[in-house]
């Protein structure tokens, strides 16, 4: 599976963004999907994931904020970030795989695709 992030960019606090992943493959379907980020000089960190059937977990520091949806005919996973808030400044990566909070849950991972909140 390849994945390729999209929808990043340079916001305001309280803005909302959409970031979008696109699969190749025709198993899109078989895996969870999951969103991490990673801000300088700090490691990887959940964000979301979505299960095959559309269960998902977020992070505390998004919940309420973030949601995160798929769509199997697409192939494509997204998260939609509302009230952008300074810290969500990250490069953001999405990941196929389990269902899962932790990166090594993850078999496949997308290129990442920056978004930078201003205050």
């Known amino acids: 599976v390849q994945l390729q992030a999209s929808g990043g960019g340079l916001v305001r606090a309280g803005d909302s963004l959409r970031l979008s992943c696109a699969a190749s493959g025709r198993t899109f379907s078989s895996y969870a999907m999951g969103w991490f980020r990673q801000a300088p000089g700090k490691e990887r960190e959940f964000v979301a994931v979505i299960s095959r059937s559309g269960g998902t977990v977020f992070a505390d520091s998004v919940k309420g904020r973030f949601t995160i949806s798929r769509d199997n005919l697409k192939n494509t996973v997204y998260l939609q970030m509302n009230s952008l808030k300074s810290e969500d400044t990250a490069v953001y990566y999405c990941?196929?795989?389990?269902?899962?909070?932790?990166?090594?849950?993850?078999?496949?991972w997308g290129q990442g695709t920056e978004v930078t909140v201003s205050s």
């Open positions: 990941a196929a795989g389990s269902y899962d909070t932790r990166p090594r849950g993850y078999d496949y």
